[in-house]
């Protein structure tokens, strides 16, 4: 089939290479456009831009609503649009142009965890088992019918990092499988069941604000969540926010109250409703991550000081 892929972080660039590889033609790759990135906000083109432009394959970065977008997608008399964290909505008019349409791969088993940040609110859940789907894109939010599932097991100290690289190569599979039914007239695709409907929102940076007054296994799942992006923090006795790495829950520290930080050598400690959990990097306003052991021998927090700002002394 002739396709045109659309995807632009990262995760997408396994899907991009698999597809490279098929018996399948990719004709053109749709991205966003480029976006400021790095201290110095420099234009910088998304990682599948990047990536087609080593295989020399054209790029479309134009909006979907753009004036001229669904005539120029008709230009290309594409088969099939595979789909991965492309990142914009897409009109019934663009949508309607693929003979077999629009198939996107996404990072959950739907119809569960829809939406912007499927991994990072399953790890967060405490949900135990994940995978990926590919499905029929509609109007709908990931809505559409199902194509293909696979699933994969989320380890207990996955980051949603650590989780989504896994995702992207498994799920690359999913989706040229998919493609491959599609093109030999046995894609059967399923109605998603009205129930076990799950939202999964894009994560914002206050939603990743660590709450020490929650249970351990509740900030070590938020942290592991927010890992890499939009990282895990809490503030410091001045306001100052402290970026916070994965951390590692400490069931035999029991007698630090929500907040409170202990220093030794060897360990940084903070209590939470339950028990302590031990910081593992930190990065202070400004700086790169670093040991929080590190952190405290220059900061030389004061004993008894508490983090959090929600929280009380």
Known sequence: MRLLFAGTPDVAVPTLDALLSSRHEVV?????????AGRGRRLTPSPVRARAEEAGIPVLTDRPRTEGFTQA??????????VVAYG?????????VPRHGWVNLHFSVLPAWRGAAPVQRAIIAGDEVTGATTFLIE?????GPVLGTTTETIRPRDTAG?????????GAGLLLATLDAIADGVAAPVPQPPDGVSIAPKLRPADAQVRWDHPAQAVDRLVRGCTP????????????RLGLGPVTPRPDVTDLPPGHLRTGKREVLVGTATHAVQLGDVAP????HMPATDWARGARPAEGTVLGEQVAA
């Open 139 to 143: 109007e709908g939010l990931d809505s």
């Open 162 to 170: 650590d989780l989504l690289a896994r995702l992207a190569d498994s």
């Open 88 to 96: 914009e909505i897409l009109p019934a008019d663009v949508l309607a």
């Open 28 to 36: 053109a790759v749709l991205t966003r456009p480029d976006a400021p």
């Open 285 to 288: 306003v400004g700086k790169k």
């Open 229 to 240: 992006a939009p990282g895990a923090w809490t503030t410091l006795p001045d306001g100052a």
């Open 73 to 82: 997608l008709a230009d290309l008399e594409i088969d099939c649009a595979p």
